[in-house]
């Protein structure tokens, strides 16, 4: 039976062991929700933008409405200088609203590279179960847990072997000290 030193080693290292890896599941989960969560926030933006955009057309073509009501009220639809006026108001408003669509591509796009990079930064399996294993070993050697070795002529004190007729018999007083004390 094992020495209860080595019994909590070997509890000590499980347990490491074990929540290195679930550290890692929950920086796994966590990385993904986030992930999600950005998208959630990029199909947002892309809606937000189509709105903000949708609300400016509408508003340009009020406007629109009501410059050329008041100008043929007054009869300046025939003007050239109302035309280009008129013209050059028509480009600004639509180059406003493609403004606005513009950034709102910018912030899903912006918003949805942050989620890959999220979802590419997750802590990966490979190394951490390695990392839980050195844990596990550095939990049992710190411990006071010892791998078994096999032992070297180094480890023997003293053996002795001996057979009357077959083999010599064969004395091992110390580290490689062999001698052949046969008969």
């Not at 004190?157 to 046969?182: A, D, F, Y």
């Amino acid at each position: 039976m094992a020495d209860p030193i080595t019994i909590a080693a070997i509890i000590s290292a499980a347990a490491s062991a074990t929540a290195t890896i679930a550290e890692t599941a929950q920086a796994r989960k966590v990385g993904e929700a986030q992930a999600r969560g950005l998208e959630e926030q990029a199909r947002a933006a892309s809606l937000e933008a189509g709105a903000a955009e949708e609300s400016q057309r509408r508003q340009a073509r009020e406007m629109f409405g009501e410059t050329r009501a008041a100008g043929a009220q007054m009869g300046l639809l025939e003007s050239v200088s109302f035309s280009d006026a008129y013209s050059q108001a028509a480009t600004a408003a639509e180059l406003d609203a493609l403004n606005i669509r513009y950034e709102g591509e910018g912030r899903r796009r912006g918003l949805l590279f942050e989620a890959g990079v999220t979802r590419a930064a997750k802590p990966l399996w490979g190394p951490t179960i390695l990392a839980a294993g050195s844990n596990a070993l550095t939990a049992y050697a710190g411990a006071g847990g010892k791998m078994p070795t096999k032992p070297t002529i180094n480890d023997l004190q003293e053996v002795k072997i001996s057979s009357r007729k077959v083999k010599p018999r064969i004395s091992v007083t110390g580290p490689r000290m062999l001698r052949n004390v046969g008969r």
